[in-house]
């Protein structure tokens, strides 16, 4: 293999190394906030000693996990001994130091909202007997919810949030809005049922505007539509902005301690029909139960039940009001999890070190029964090119096999399955048991086909494919080949290479796969980013590859970890994705001067960091907003053909070490003690994402 331009030096140029000086200016409008914003939060964040020792103990942390830089080293094992034991210890201590919460109990946390925790202020009237059997409400008779005309009635009733479904299903029901007597507040969040854009309208604050019109527009047969998303247009300027709103005022000002979910709170476990998108309001509180009027709060929500996980899509409106839309298909009905958590409050996620901001609360684990219901979804198709035009995937991973007596095998593989162990139509299409998830497979709004090796050459050969980011990279591709393309042997990829790999089964079929790092224009080194791109020799070792007289017809990359540690905040970073934005162009534009096909480019959205490594430099909230800085950027400029969302197919795997060592999901198989103390680890969300990469790359 043959490292191009590797030996090029460094020339060290301050290439808009304080982003105030010579910067293009895009948001003029905002530039005074801007300026003011980046002088708060570099006395803040940037300059303290703290910061700095901050910033060293995560390079640590980083570099005790890093895919090794020598080429001898790249097997190096991630199973050895862990060093950096405090890092763990971080959020543990910022969660254990917590005031013992009624938080973490939802149904005493109704009970008492009027000693202020829950609701706050808002919710000063008493709360209703009704309330305190809140937890009898997970008995409904189960005929009640098979009945969808019924159900409709129930969604009525539901939106008071009063306690006992169980009790009187008639009576009760018809009566709800009166029987109630909730505080105005508490109606706010009820069940909006967003199979028309009417129900939208229930959202507002009125009792008697809405309830009825919910109860009709749930009928027989209704055709819901998956819950989706997409990446806001301006998204940059948008955040900015949004990151810099000024306070002033105390509701501005207050951090959120506590949120108020009124369609949740106070009725014990929930019943909802499947199918359907339930988006519920909820409001940030402060720790004396004030609604704030800001937003940017950072909340992980996980939905899980035994064969569905998902990350259940939340609004932020910016004004202390939030939404989270809850979502499960029919044929998975069943008791679920909703959990919330909230990580970050106001952006702080954003900060250069975020670590003495991680907040890590669990605020609500509510028990939820999906129930059947006439609802229906459309059907999942397998993904085909234009599916990748998608910015933001709000996916699910669902299971689909289960062999409980799986064990680890000697070399770090859990076969728990047989190897042709069908997909089931729709969620993917092939062998699920190639991915050795125990019955596990992810989907989005397409599913994908899970790769034979044998169909994988036929889509691969003669092609060049050009990986730029950061080192999960380097375990995607050693997978890809490990699992999916029969080259087992291949133990590493280094991360830089170029090489040409042949089917063992056909040596005349071969794939030329060049990869370059861009943690650093320096191949041994790390956390420059996207800031690699300012030194002259790593935009040379790039260039070169799209001038030859070939040039690859497609590259994968992404930003990386390594720019949630270089950027000082989310205006720098979004400066240097406009500097890579123009070096990409550019280099695209040479190679349609030169009458070449310009290659796609398919974006890989940069991981969920896990456990531990949500407090650090590049926790799940700053690398949400940086995929979609870059996306934003990229999308401006042309250039993306494809997106392909590694944060929501990470993201329901990220909230502790199993399935990654913090910073990788790919690790190789091994039986050796992991990161979270577990002998072996689970690999198959990378293997996931390789069947991915592939659908994107042989998609018509
Ligand atoms: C890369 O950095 C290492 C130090 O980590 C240094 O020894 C080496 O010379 C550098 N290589 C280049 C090409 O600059
Ligand atoms: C790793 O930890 C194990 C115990 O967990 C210990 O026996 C072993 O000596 C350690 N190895 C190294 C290299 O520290
Ligand atoms: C949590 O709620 C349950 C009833 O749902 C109750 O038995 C338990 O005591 C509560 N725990 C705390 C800590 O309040
Ligand atoms: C359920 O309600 C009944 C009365 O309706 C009551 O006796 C029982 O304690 C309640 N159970 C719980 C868990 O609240
Ligand atoms: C609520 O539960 C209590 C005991 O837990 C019971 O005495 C009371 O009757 C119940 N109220 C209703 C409305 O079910
Ligand atoms: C559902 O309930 C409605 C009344 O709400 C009733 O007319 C209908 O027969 C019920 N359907 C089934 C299948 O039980
Ligand atoms: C919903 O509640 C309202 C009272 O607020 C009532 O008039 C209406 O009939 C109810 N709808 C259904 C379907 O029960
Ligand atoms: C409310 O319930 C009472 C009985 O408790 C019933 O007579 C009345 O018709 C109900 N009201 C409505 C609006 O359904
Ligand atoms: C419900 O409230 C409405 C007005 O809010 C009233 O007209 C109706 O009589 C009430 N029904 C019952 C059963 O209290
Ligand atoms: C709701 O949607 C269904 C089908 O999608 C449609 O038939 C119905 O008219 C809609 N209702 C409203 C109020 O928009
Ligand atoms: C917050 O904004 C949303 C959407 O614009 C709006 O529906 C909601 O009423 C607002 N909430 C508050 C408390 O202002
Ligand atoms: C919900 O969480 C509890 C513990 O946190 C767990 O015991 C239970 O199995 C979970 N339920 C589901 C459906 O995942």
């Given at each position: 293999m043959r490292e191009k331009g590797a030996n090029s030096p460094p020339p060290f140029h301050q290439w808009f190394h304080r982003p105030s000086s010579a910067v293009p200016w895009r948001f003029g409008v905002l530039s005074a906030l801007v300026f003011v914003g980046m002088l708060v939060v570099w006395s803040i964040d940037g300059c303290t000693v703290s910061g700095l020792l901050d910033a060293w103990r995560f390079k640590q942390d980083y570099g005790s996990v890093k895919v090794e830089t020598?080429?001898?080293?790249?097997?190096?094992?991630p199973h050895q001994n862990q060093t950096v034991t405090h890092q763990g210890s971080t959020s543990n201590d910022a969660t254990s130091r917590l005031p013992v919460d009624l938080s973490n109990n939802v149904t005493q946390v109704s009970v008492d909202s009027n000693g202020g925790s829950d609701a706050g202020g808002s919710v000063g009237e008493s709360p209703?007997?009704?309330e305190k059997n809140a937890s009898n409400a997970s008995r409904l008779p189960v005929g009640l919810?098979?009945?969808?005309?019924?159900?409709?009635?129930?969604?009525?009733?539901?939106?008071?949030?009063?306690?006992?479904?169980?009790?009187?299903?008639?009576?009760?029901e018809k009566n709800a809005s009166n029987t109630s007597r909730l505080p105005v507040d508490l109606l706010n969040g009820v069940t909006r049922v967003l199979d028309n854009s009417s129900y939208s309208s229930d959202s507002g604050g009125s009792v008697a505007e809405s309830p009825q019109k919910e109860g009709k527009n749930v009928v027989d047969g209704v055709v819901s539509d998956w819950v989706s998303s997409q990446l806001e247009p301006d998204f940059t300027a948008n955040l900015l902005a949004r990151w810099l709103a000024p306070g002033g005022e105390p509701c501005r000002d207050s951090r959120t301690e506590e949120i108020s979910i009124p369609g949740i709170d106070g009725r014990g476990a929930i019943e909802l029909p499947a199918g359907a998108v339930h988006e519920f309001d909820f409001a940030a509180l402060d720790g004396a139960g004030n609604s704030r009027c800001l937003g940017g709060d950072h909340f992980e929500t996980d939905l899980s039940?035994?064969?569905?996980?998902?990350?259940?899509?939340?609004?932020d409106f910016s004004n202390g009001s939030y939404s989270v839309s809850l979502q499960v298909h029919p044929d998975f009905v069943g008791n679920y999890n909703l959990t919330i958590i909230l990580l970050y409050r106001h952006f702080e996620g954003l900060k250069f070190s975020p670590g003495r901001f991680v907040f890590d609360r669990e605020l609500r684990k509510v028990l939820i029964r999906f129930y059947k219901s006439e609802a229906k979804l459309p059907e999942l198709h397998l993904c085909g090119k234009s599916d990748f035009s998608k910015d933001v995937w709000v996916g699910r991973w669902t299971r689909h096999g289960k062999n409980d007596d799986c064990q680890i095998g000697n070399d770090g593989h859990y076969r728990c399955l047989p190897p042709d162990y069908k997909c089931q139509?729709?969620?993917?299409?092939?062998?699920?048991?190639?991915?050795?998830?125990?019955?596990?497979?992810?989907?989005?709004?397409?599913?994908?086909?899970?790769?034979?090796?044998?169909?994988?050459?036929?889509?691969?050969?003669?092609?060049?494919?050009?990986?730029?980011?950061?080192?999960n990279h380097v375990d995607t591709i050693r997978n890809m080949l490990n699992f999916i393309l029969d080259l087992p042997e291949i133990r590493s990829v280094p991360r830089r290479f170029?090489?040409?790999?042949?089917?063992?089964?056909?040596?005349?079929?071969?794939?030329?796969?060049?990869?370059?790092?861009?943690g650093h224009w320096n191949g041994t080194q790390n956390y420059e980013g996207l800031n690699s791109l300012k030194n002259e020799g790593f935009r040379s070792l790039l260039k070169n590859y799209f001038s030859e007289d070939t040039v690859p017809d497609t590259i994968?990359?992404?930003?990386?970890?390594?720019?949630?540690?270089?950027?000082?905040?989310?205006?720098?970073?979004?400066v240097g994705a406009q500097y890579a934005t123009s070096f990409w162009a550019e280099v695209m534009e040479g190679v349609r001067q030169r009458g070449l096909a310009v290659p796609r480019i398919l974006y890989r959205t940069t991981v969920a960091t896990g456990g531990y490594a949500r407090a650090l430099a590049f926790n799940p909230n700053k690398m949400e907003a940086y995929n979609g800085v870059v996306i934003d950027k990229f999308r401006q400029a042309g250039l993306i053909s494809g997106v392909i969302d590694n944060f929501d197919l990470t993201y329901p795997w990220h909230f502790d070490n199993r399935c990654n060592d913090g910073v990788h999901y790919g690790r190789a198989p091994a039986k050796m003690k992991w990161r979270d103390g577990g002998i072996g680890h689970q690999y198959f969300v990378d293997l996931m994402l390789a069947h991915v990469l592939l659908n994107a790359l042989c998609a018509r």
């Open positions: 020598s080429n001898s080293d790249l097997s190096s094992d209703q007997k009704e919810s098979n009945n969808l005309s019924q159900v409709s009635v129930n969604s009525n009733y539901s939106s008071d949030s009063g306690g006992s479904v169980g009790e009187s299903s008639q009576k009760g039940g035994d064969s569905w996980k998902s990350r259940p899509l939340v609004k139509s729709p969620w993917c299409d092939g062998s699920l048991g190639l991915l050795e998830s125990n019955g596990w497979v992810y989907s989005a709004h397409c599913s994908f086909k899970i790769f034979w090796s044998d169909a994988a050459w036929n889509c691969l050969k003669g092609r060049w494919i050009f990986f730029w980011g950061d080192s170029d090489m040409n790999f042949s089917n063992p089964k056909d040596p005349a079929q071969s794939v030329r796969i060049t990869s370059i790092f861009n994968i990359m992404n930003s990386g970890l390594h720019d949630g540690v270089k950027w000082t905040n989310v205006r720098a970073f979004s």
